[in-house]
C-alpha cells in the first residue's frame, strides 16, 4: 500500500523502539507520541525507531501507516524520516537540525519534527547510502579519531585539565562551519613538513597512517 501525505494525520502517533532515537523523541514529543517496544504492534501512525536489519519485516506489519527513521535504507513505499544528529536517549536542542524526507512522509510527522527545530528537506532515495556514509564521517568516524587522541595521550600519562579536547573540537567545528576549508588550522594546512613528519613518527603504526592519509585529503 503506497503512502499519501495526507492519508493519516499523526496528530498522534505511536513510536516503536525505545532505544537512543526513540527515547529522545518520545521525550520531546511528550504526549503527542506513545513509546513502545519494538515488539508492540500498535493501532494508527507508527514512528519505527528500531535497528535497520528491522526496519522491513516491521513496515509489513503496519502497511500504509509507518515511517522509519533510518538514513541508509530505503524501501519502495515506506517513507523515511533521518534527523542529521546523534542521538542519546534524551531530548535536545535540535534547532537547524536537517531532516532528511524519502518518500511520501506525511505532513502530520513532517510538522511535529518542525516543532522540535528540525530543518526538513526532500532526499532522493538513490542518494541515501552516500549520504548516511557522509553522515557517519562526520559523526561516528570524527568520535572515533577523538577518542582515540585522548586514548593516546592517556597512554602516556598526559590528563588534560578542564573540558580536555573538547575545547579544540568544538573551535574546530565553529571555524569550519564559518569559513569552510578556509577554517581549516593545522601543520598540513600550512605546509610545515618538518611538524608533520616529526608528529607522525611519534604515532603508532595504525595511527601514523590515518595521520598522514587523512592530513593528504
Ligand atoms: N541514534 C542516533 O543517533 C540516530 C540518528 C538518526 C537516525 N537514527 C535511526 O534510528 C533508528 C534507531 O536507532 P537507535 O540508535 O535508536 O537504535 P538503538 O539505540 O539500538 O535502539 C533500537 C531499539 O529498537 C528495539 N529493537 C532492537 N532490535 C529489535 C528488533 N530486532 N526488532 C524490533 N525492535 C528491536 C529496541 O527497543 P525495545 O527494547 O524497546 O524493543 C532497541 O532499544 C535507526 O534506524 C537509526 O538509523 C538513529
Known amino acids: 500500500m503506497r503512502y499519501s501525505r495526507d492519508m493519516e494525520p499523526w496528530t498522534s502517533f505511536s513510536i516503536l523502539g525505545r532505544g537512543r532515537a526513540g527515547r ?6 511528550g504526549g503527542r507520541a506513545t513509546l513502545l517496544p ?7 501512525p507508527v514512528l519505527l525507531a528500531v535497528p535497520d536489519g528491522a526496519v522491513e519485516g516491521l513496515a509489513r506489519l503496519f502497511p500504509g501507516r509507518c515511517v522509519h527513521l533510518s538514513g541508509s535504507l530505503h524501501l519502495e513505499g515506506v517513507p523515511s524520516a533521518h534527523p542529521l544528529t546523534s542521538f542519546d536517549g534524551a531530548a535536545g ?12 512522509v506525511p505532513a502530520g510527522l513532517v510538522a511535529a519534527f518542525r ?23 562526520a559523526s561516528g568516524h570524527a568520535a572515533t579519531l577523538w577518542l582515540g587522541a585522548r586514548e ?33 588550522t593545522g601543520p598540513f594546512v600550512r605546509g610545515d613538513a618538518a611538524t608533520v613528519a616529526r608528529d607522525a613518527a611519534a604515532l ?7 595521520f598522514l592519509e587523512l592530513g593528504d585529503l
Open 24 to 29: 529522545a523523541l518520545a521525550e520531546a514529543w
Open 204 to 210: 603508532p603504526g595504525d595511527w601514523r597512517d590515518v
Open 115 to 137: 516543532d522540535l527545530g528540525f530543518a526538513p528537506f526532500d532526499l532522493p532515495a538513490a542518494v541515501k547510502p552516500l549520504y548516511h556514509a557522509c553522515a557517519v564521517l
Open 152 to 184: 593516546l595521550l592517556a597512554r602516556q600519562g598526559v590528563a588534560l585539565p578542564g573540558r580536555g579536547l573538547a575545547p579544540l573540537a568544538e573551535a574546530t567545528l565553529r571555524n569550519v562551519e564559518k569559513h569552510g576549508a578556509a577554517g581549516r
Open 38 to 44: 519494538g515488539t508492540a504492534r500498535p493501532g494508527g
Open 93 to 104: 536542542d535540535w534547532r537547524g537540525t536537517p531532516l532528511a524526507l524519502t518518500g511520501a
